[in-house]
């Protein structure tokens, strides 16, 4: 099964392996940029204008909350919340939870690269929030919802179970390489306790996302449809 090794501060950091199944758990460090599947939680959504890219929500754009290059306190530059960031391209979008402002590997909380949309939850616990290369944040409203889909990018990111994307069985085809990264999520911390299921595919893969899903995530695959 292959799986992608991140980087975090210049030093490697090992692969967490889930069960039988890989995962980066956003705990490691930043994605090295090549390999087969991407662990998670590297999470991201859809790019703007791609099919389940809650435009419903995204119609009445919101001001942006943070920009998307910056170290923010949490607490005083940043609230505790769930925010979210789309439209990121190639990877080149980074963001980092911390316990503290050491920026040694062990302040790490949760971390993640890229590409389409990310929802992070900050919790007031943390102490920095890093976003590097992203595109601005926006707060995202718990009580807000969208029209659901029944299809996604397969190189989206994160969807909103419920408001981007609706609950179901979903088949994604053509997939070579291991490239193919999807992960089921009870919620946008990216701690390995985050995270349902996950796996890495070669050729089609089918996943139920449940109703009971916070978000799932899906980098490097072929678009999904929900099965009939």
Request: proline share 2%; glycine share 16%; charged share 25%.
């Amino acid at each position: 099964m292959g799986m992608k090794a991140k980087i975090a501060l210049g030093a490697v950091v090992g692969i967490v392996v889930i069960g039988a199944v890989s995962a980066n758990a956003g705990s490691n460090g930043k994605d090295s940029g090549s390999g087969s599947g991407k662990g998670s939680s590297a999470s991201a959504e859809h790019t703007s204008g791609k099919k389940g890219s809650g435009d419903a929500r995204a119609a009445g754009k919101k001001k942006a909350a943070l920009a998307g290059d910056g170290e923010y306190q949490v607490g005083s530059d940043v609230k505790p919340g769930t925010y979210r960031t789309t439209g990121n391209t190639d990877d080149m979008c980074y963001w980092e939870r911390a316990k503290d402002a050491k920026g040694e590997l062990n302040s790490l909380l949760a971390n993640d690269n890229v590409t389409g949309t990310s929802y992070v939850t900050v919790k007031a616990t943390d102490k920095i929030f890093k976003s590097s290369g992203c595109k601005d944040w926006e707060a995202v409203d718990p009580k807000a919802k969208g029209t659901p889909a029944s299809s996604m990018d397969g190189d989206g990111g994160m969807y909103e179970v419920g408001t981007d994307i609706a609950p179901g069985t979903y088949r994604s085809t053509g997939n070579t390489d291991d490239s193919c990264y999807w992960e089921r999520t009870k919620n946008a911390e990216h701690g390995l306790d985050s995270i349902i299921a996950n796996n890495n595919v070669k050729g089609t893969a089918v996943v139920t996302i449940g109703p009971g899903d916070a978000y799932f995530k899906t980098t490097g695959c072929g678009d999904w449809k929900k099965a009939a």
